[in-house]
């Protein structure tokens, strides 16, 4: 099968550039190994409040359930004294539920003219002369896949062994991974839809650890293990614990997280393909949509208005480092090291633009 851009993988970066590219008439291919769209689930689901989701989530409210975000409190576990409080002030957007947003993204993807192919693993690259032009994959009825413009959106996986970041654009201290699980919790105490707690303290299997309050009494953690989860709950000495004493998991996905989790690597293609989201070392929803947009708008430049290779591979990259997504990185677990403290990230955050 051939095709103008192939796209691998269905997450938000991948699926807001294969609507745009789709809107500009092109022959767009997306492939998704997993069964579903929005699987597996390893994020709060916090669509930050900027210019860039003002403009566009308005429409994407009205179909999909979201808890406006308020306020963030970032605390002490042990002591319970307050650290940061912060009111939204443009940077609060949204909680959604991650799955809900991919589909509706998907949704829009396909009716733009973008084919999408679930169960469908890219699993290596094809070359010529030095340069992607394909990927092999994992289903026998679509074993192959050519095609003029290649972007990678991988997600996190592109970080491990079986991702392409890895090895190529990422370095193996850049791409140093490691696990985790999130769950979405029912019966947290004490806590109100859309206002996010943090915590830090000298405590290290503490320090770290938040609460994505969405509505309907569903609040959104993490932690390193299932295991880690049953020995925090039953600690009886820290606020954090208290919380979640209650507490049952309703859903639960293992992850691999990067240790630099949010910061960029030092390039974005590479032989061509051109990566995005968090397949580029980014983190967070609107930080990977707007890469998504780059990207599309430098292949559309390719395809339509005749930029030739590599010069548009260029402007991508171009455009990637000069841009405020690169600027200000969605790094929560390094906010006091990068920004000093949460207030200073949050209304840098709110200041994002295309």
């Keep these: 099968m051939k095709c103008d851009v192939l796209i691998v993988g269905a997450g938000p970066a991948g699926l807001w550039a294969a609507q ?15 069964l579903a769209i929005g699987l597996q689930k ?21 179909v999909i359930p979201h808890q406006p975000v308020s306020r963030m409190i970032v605390r002490d576990p042990l002591s319970h004294n307050i650290v940061e409080d912060i009111e939204d002030s443009g940077w609060g957007g949204y909680l959604v539920r991650r799955e809900l947003l991919d589909r509706e993204l998907a949704r829009r993807a396909i009716v733009s003219g973008a084919k999408l192919y679930l169960h469908t693993k890219a699993t290596s690259f094809i ?13 026998s009825s679509l074993p192959s896949i050519h095609a003029k413009i290649i972007i990678c959106a991988d997600g ?3 970080a491990t062994m079986r991702g392409f970041a890895r090895g190529s654009i990422g370095t193996p201290e850049e791409t140093e991974t490691y696990p985790g699980v999130q769950m979405e919790l029912a019966g947290v105490k004490d806590v109100s839809p859309g206002q996010i707690e943090m915590y830090e303290g000298d405590d290290p299997s503490l320090h770290g650890r938040s609460l994505w309050p969405h ?3 569903i609040t959104l953690a993490s932690f390193s293990s299932f295991e880690a989860y049953i020995h925090i709950r039953s600690r009886k000495d820290n606020l954090f614990s208290h919380k979640i004493a209650s507490s049952n998991p309703i859903y639960i996905s293992s992850f691999q997280n990067r240790k ?3 910061f960029y690597y030092s390039r974005f293609t590479q032989d061509g393909v051109v990566y995005i989201g968090e397949a580029s070392g980014g983190s967070g929803i609107v930080h990977g949509m707007i890469s998504g947009h780059y990207a599309a708008k430098a292949a559309i430049a390719s395809l339509r208005e005749g930029m030739t290779y590599p010069q548009w591979i260029k402007d991508f990259e171009q455009m990637m480092q000069q841009s405020d997504i690169v600027k200000v990185p969605f790094c929560y677990r390094h906010i006091r090291v990068h920004y000093g403290t949460y207030r200073t990230w949050l209304e840098r955050l709110a200041s994002i633009k295309v």
């Design 20 to 34: 745009k590219i789709g809107d500009a008439g092109l022959d767009v291919i997306i492939l998704e190994e997993h």
């Design 42 to 62: 390893h994020c709060s689901g916090w669509i930050l409040g900027c210019e860039f989701s003002r403009e566009i989530f308005h429409e994407l409210t009205d």
């Design 127 to 139: 070359r010529e002369d030095d340069r992607v032009v394909g990927v092999k994959t994992s289903s």
């Design 156 to 158: 996190l996986q592109s």
């Design 215 to 217: 509505g309907q009494g």
């Design 260 to 262: 630099n989790m949010g």
